[in-house]
Protein backbone atom coordinates (compact mmCIF):
# COMPACT_ATOMS: atom_id res chain seq x y z
CA UNK A 1 0.00 0.00 0.00
CA UNK A 2 1.27 3.42 -0.93
CA UNK A 3 0.48 5.47 1.89
CA UNK A 4 0.33 9.87 1.72
CA UNK A 5 3.99 10.63 3.84
CA UNK A 6 5.54 7.23 1.53
CA UNK A 7 4.48 9.48 -1.58
CA UNK A 8 5.24 12.66 -0.76
CA UNK A 9 8.72 11.33 0.46
CA UNK A 10 9.45 9.39 -2.38
CA UNK A 11 8.73 12.21 -4.46
CA UNK A 12 10.65 14.93 -2.62
CA UNK A 13 13.68 12.81 -2.21
CA UNK A 14 13.55 11.91 -6.17
CA UNK A 15 13.42 15.33 -7.11
CA UNK A 16 16.44 16.28 -5.05
CA UNK A 17 18.68 12.51 -4.94
CA UNK A 18 16.97 10.21 -7.91
CA UNK A 19 16.23 6.76 -7.34
CA UNK A 20 18.18 6.63 -3.98
CA UNK A 21 16.88 9.53 -2.91
CA UNK A 22 13.33 8.57 -3.35
CA UNK A 23 14.14 5.15 -1.64
CA UNK A 24 15.39 6.79 1.57
CA UNK A 25 12.35 10.05 1.16
CA UNK A 26 10.12 7.01 1.06
CA UNK A 27 11.28 4.95 4.04
CA UNK A 28 11.04 8.54 5.95
CA UNK A 29 7.44 9.02 4.68
CA UNK A 30 6.51 5.51 6.01
CA UNK A 31 7.56 6.06 9.52
CA UNK A 32 6.01 9.07 9.26
CA UNK A 33 2.89 7.61 7.71
CA UNK A 34 2.79 5.12 10.74
CA UNK A 35 3.50 7.93 13.90
CA UNK A 36 0.85 9.68 12.47
CA UNK A 37 -1.63 7.32 11.49
CA UNK A 38 -2.11 8.87 7.85
CA UNK A 39 -3.52 5.57 6.03
CA UNK A 40 -4.70 7.85 2.90
CA UNK A 41 -5.25 11.39 1.72
CA UNK A 42 -8.43 11.26 3.32
CA UNK A 43 -6.53 11.38 7.03
CA UNK A 44 -4.23 13.91 5.40
CA UNK A 45 -6.96 16.32 4.93
CA UNK A 46 -8.20 15.32 8.58
CA UNK A 47 -4.95 16.07 10.17
CA UNK A 48 -4.11 19.27 8.43
CA UNK A 49 -7.39 20.39 9.75
CA UNK A 50 -6.67 19.33 12.93
CA UNK A 51 -8.88 16.53 13.78
CA UNK A 52 -6.52 13.30 15.41
CA UNK A 53 -6.80 10.25 13.47
CA UNK A 54 -9.40 7.76 15.23
CA UNK A 55 -8.40 4.52 17.06
CA UNK A 56 -10.28 1.19 16.17
CA UNK A 57 -12.17 1.42 19.70
CA UNK A 58 -13.03 5.54 18.83
CA UNK A 59 -14.23 4.37 15.18
CA UNK A 60 -17.00 1.95 16.92
CA UNK A 61 -18.05 4.77 18.98
CA UNK A 62 -18.08 7.51 16.29
CA UNK A 63 -20.03 5.08 14.09
CA UNK A 64 -22.53 4.34 16.72
CA UNK A 65 -22.85 7.93 17.37
CA UNK A 66 -23.84 8.86 13.72
CA UNK A 67 -26.17 5.84 13.65
CA UNK A 68 -27.83 7.44 16.57
CA UNK A 69 -28.05 10.82 15.05
CA UNK A 70 -29.19 9.50 11.40
CA UNK A 71 -33.09 10.32 12.04
CA UNK A 72 -32.17 13.58 13.13
CA UNK A 73 -32.38 13.14 17.54
CA UNK A 74 -30.31 10.98 19.67
CA UNK A 75 -32.84 9.23 21.78
CA UNK A 76 -32.70 7.46 25.57
CA UNK A 77 -32.29 4.19 24.02
CA UNK A 78 -29.11 5.08 21.80
CA UNK A 79 -27.60 6.90 24.67
CA UNK A 80 -28.39 3.27 27.10
CA UNK A 81 -27.06 1.33 24.12
CA UNK A 82 -24.05 3.00 23.66
CA UNK A 83 -23.17 2.52 27.63
CA UNK A 84 -24.36 -0.87 27.07
CA UNK A 85 -21.26 -1.27 24.84
CA UNK A 86 -18.71 0.47 26.58
CA UNK A 87 -20.32 -1.70 29.71
CA UNK A 88 -19.74 -5.07 27.60
CA UNK A 89 -15.58 -3.91 26.66
CA UNK A 90 -15.40 -3.17 30.07
CA UNK A 91 -13.65 0.24 29.74
CA UNK A 92 -11.99 2.09 32.13
CA UNK A 93 -12.66 5.38 33.13
CA UNK A 94 -10.53 7.27 30.60
CA UNK A 95 -11.60 5.00 27.66
CA UNK A 96 -15.11 5.81 28.60
CA UNK A 97 -14.48 9.29 28.40
CA UNK A 98 -12.91 8.88 24.67
CA UNK A 99 -15.70 6.69 23.90
CA UNK A 100 -18.34 9.86 24.53
CA UNK A 101 -15.68 12.26 22.80
CA UNK A 102 -16.21 9.87 19.78
CA UNK A 103 -19.53 9.66 20.29
CA UNK A 104 -20.41 13.11 20.04
CA UNK A 105 -17.99 13.45 17.34
CA UNK A 106 -20.10 10.73 15.06
CA UNK A 107 -23.11 12.78 15.34
CA UNK A 108 -21.53 15.40 13.03
CA UNK A 109 -21.61 13.74 10.06
CA UNK A 110 -17.53 15.70 9.72
CA UNK A 111 -15.42 12.19 9.68
CA UNK A 112 -14.43 10.61 6.81
CA UNK A 113 -14.64 7.09 7.57
CA UNK A 114 -14.21 5.15 4.37
CA UNK A 115 -10.22 4.83 4.32
CA UNK A 116 -10.42 3.60 8.33
CA UNK A 117 -13.47 0.86 7.19
CA UNK A 118 -11.55 -0.33 4.21
CA UNK A 119 -8.22 -0.75 6.81
CA UNK A 120 -10.75 -2.59 8.97
CA UNK A 121 -11.89 -4.42 6.91
CA UNK A 122 -8.59 -6.61 6.57
CA UNK A 123 -9.44 -7.86 9.80
CA UNK A 124 -12.69 -9.47 9.36
CA UNK A 125 -13.57 -10.50 13.18
CA UNK A 126 -13.54 -6.70 14.24
CA UNK A 127 -15.28 -5.62 11.37
CA UNK A 128 -17.94 -7.85 11.97
CA UNK A 129 -17.75 -7.05 15.46
CA UNK A 130 -18.11 -3.27 14.14
CA UNK A 131 -21.18 -4.27 12.01
CA UNK A 132 -23.05 -6.20 15.24
CA UNK A 133 -22.92 -2.95 17.56
CA UNK A 134 -24.01 -0.90 14.47
CA UNK A 135 -27.04 -3.60 14.09
CA UNK A 136 -27.57 -3.61 18.08
CA UNK A 137 -27.96 0.64 17.87
CA UNK A 138 -30.36 1.26 15.08
CA UNK A 139 -32.76 -0.97 16.44
CA UNK A 140 -32.18 0.57 20.01
CA UNK A 141 -35.49 2.95 19.66
CA UNK A 142 -37.29 -0.32 18.54
CA UNK A 143 -36.63 0.69 14.80
CA UNK A 144 -34.78 0.14 11.65
CA UNK A 145 -34.89 3.77 9.42
CA UNK A 146 -33.91 3.80 5.87
CA UNK A 147 -31.12 6.57 6.59
CA UNK A 148 -29.74 3.92 9.21
CA UNK A 149 -30.04 1.14 7.18
CA UNK A 150 -28.35 2.61 4.02
CA UNK A 151 -25.54 3.31 6.38
CA UNK A 152 -24.97 0.53 7.26
CA UNK A 153 -24.90 -1.05 4.30
CA UNK A 154 -22.53 1.65 2.92
CA UNK A 155 -20.32 0.94 5.80
CA UNK A 156 -20.51 -2.68 5.31
CA UNK A 157 -19.62 -2.70 1.63
CA UNK A 158 -16.02 -0.44 2.50
CA UNK A 159 -15.48 -3.22 5.14
CA UNK A 160 -15.87 -5.77 2.17
CA UNK A 161 -18.98 -7.44 2.85
CA UNK A 162 -21.77 -7.56 0.23
CA UNK A 163 -25.07 -6.50 0.80
CA UNK A 164 -26.85 -10.20 1.55
CA UNK A 165 -23.88 -10.87 3.94
CA UNK A 166 -24.90 -7.34 6.08
CA UNK A 167 -28.64 -8.20 5.19
CA UNK A 168 -28.26 -12.28 6.97
CA UNK A 169 -26.07 -10.50 9.70
CA UNK A 170 -29.31 -8.34 10.51
CA UNK A 171 -30.81 -11.31 10.96
CA UNK A 172 -29.54 -11.73 14.12
CA UNK A 173 -31.44 -8.74 15.49
CA UNK A 174 -34.62 -6.85 16.21
CA UNK A 175 -37.03 -6.02 19.32
CA UNK A 176 -37.55 -9.83 19.62
CA UNK A 177 -33.63 -11.63 18.20
CA UNK A 178 -31.27 -9.98 20.47
CA UNK A 179 -28.09 -12.31 20.29
CA UNK A 180 -27.70 -13.13 23.99
CA UNK A 181 -24.28 -14.07 23.38
CA UNK A 182 -23.49 -10.54 22.22
CA UNK A 183 -25.80 -8.71 24.34
CA UNK A 184 -24.44 -10.93 27.88
CA UNK A 185 -20.67 -11.46 26.73
CA UNK A 186 -18.03 -9.75 29.29
CA UNK A 187 -14.31 -9.51 28.82
CA UNK A 188 -13.40 -11.56 31.34
CA UNK A 189 -15.94 -13.97 29.95
CA UNK A 190 -14.98 -13.40 26.54
CA UNK A 191 -11.05 -14.22 27.90
CA UNK A 192 -12.15 -16.92 29.68
CA UNK A 193 -13.77 -18.76 26.57
CA UNK A 194 -10.31 -18.12 24.72
CA UNK A 195 -8.28 -19.12 27.75
CA UNK A 196 -6.48 -16.21 27.89
CA UNK A 197 -5.89 -13.84 30.74
CA UNK A 198 -6.03 -9.87 30.76
CA UNK A 199 -2.00 -9.97 30.50
CA UNK A 200 -1.45 -12.47 27.71
CA UNK A 201 0.39 -10.90 24.90
CA UNK A 202 -1.58 -10.04 21.66
CA UNK A 203 0.42 -12.36 19.50
CA UNK A 204 -0.65 -15.18 22.39
CA UNK A 205 -4.24 -14.87 22.58
CA UNK A 206 -4.38 -14.20 18.66
CA UNK A 207 -2.26 -17.83 18.30
CA UNK A 208 -5.09 -19.10 20.83
CA UNK A 209 -8.10 -17.62 18.98
CA UNK A 210 -7.20 -19.46 15.81
CA UNK A 211 -6.59 -23.05 17.78
CA UNK A 212 -10.08 -23.16 19.42
CA UNK A 213 -11.30 -21.95 15.60
CA UNK A 214 -9.98 -24.30 13.93
CA UNK A 215 -10.76 -27.17 16.65
CA UNK A 216 -14.16 -25.96 16.44
CA UNK A 217 -14.90 -24.87 13.01
CA UNK A 218 -18.39 -26.78 11.59
CA UNK A 219 -16.70 -27.40 8.13
CA UNK A 220 -13.97 -29.12 10.00
CA UNK A 221 -16.77 -31.19 12.37
CA UNK A 222 -19.03 -31.93 9.24
CA UNK A 223 -16.21 -33.72 7.63
CA UNK A 224 -15.44 -35.83 10.61
CA UNK A 225 -19.18 -37.34 10.13
CA UNK A 226 -20.63 -35.31 12.89
CA UNK A 227 -24.15 -35.41 13.25
CA UNK A 228 -26.50 -32.15 12.23
CA UNK A 229 -26.96 -31.18 16.15
CA UNK A 230 -23.28 -31.46 16.38
CA UNK A 231 -22.99 -29.36 13.23
CA UNK A 232 -24.87 -26.58 14.38
CA UNK A 233 -23.26 -26.41 18.24
CA UNK A 234 -20.17 -26.21 15.93
CA UNK A 235 -21.83 -23.28 14.68
CA UNK A 236 -22.61 -21.64 17.80
CA UNK A 237 -19.28 -22.05 19.24
CA UNK A 238 -17.84 -20.34 16.21
CA UNK A 239 -19.96 -17.50 16.74
CA UNK A 240 -19.08 -17.31 20.60
CA UNK A 241 -15.51 -17.22 19.69
CA UNK A 242 -15.73 -14.78 17.00
CA UNK A 243 -17.49 -12.51 19.21
CA UNK A 244 -14.87 -13.48 22.39
CA UNK A 245 -12.13 -12.10 20.21
CA UNK A 246 -13.27 -9.17 18.61
CA UNK A 247 -14.51 -7.83 21.89
CA UNK A 248 -10.99 -8.56 23.52
CA UNK A 249 -9.55 -6.94 20.26
CA UNK A 250 -11.13 -3.89 20.55
CA UNK A 251 -10.39 -3.95 24.96
CA UNK A 252 -7.18 -4.21 24.09
CA UNK A 253 -6.99 -2.36 20.80
CA UNK A 254 -4.86 -4.80 18.67
CA UNK A 255 -4.47 -5.57 15.30
Keep these: MWWPGTLIGAGAGFAIASIPGAMLGALLGQALDRRLQLYNWAHVRERLGGRPALRNDELLFVLLGRLAKSDGRVGDGHIQ ?13 VAQRRAIAAFNRGKSGNDRLRGYLRRLGEQPHAAEGVLRACWRMVWADGRVGTAERELIQLWG ?7 EQIQALAQDYGPARRHPVESAMTYQEALRLLGVAATTEPAQIKRAYRRLLSRHHPDKVAGSGATPEQVREATEKTRELHSAYALVRQRRDFR
Design 81 to 93: QARQEMRSLEMSE
Design 157 to 163: KWLGWTS
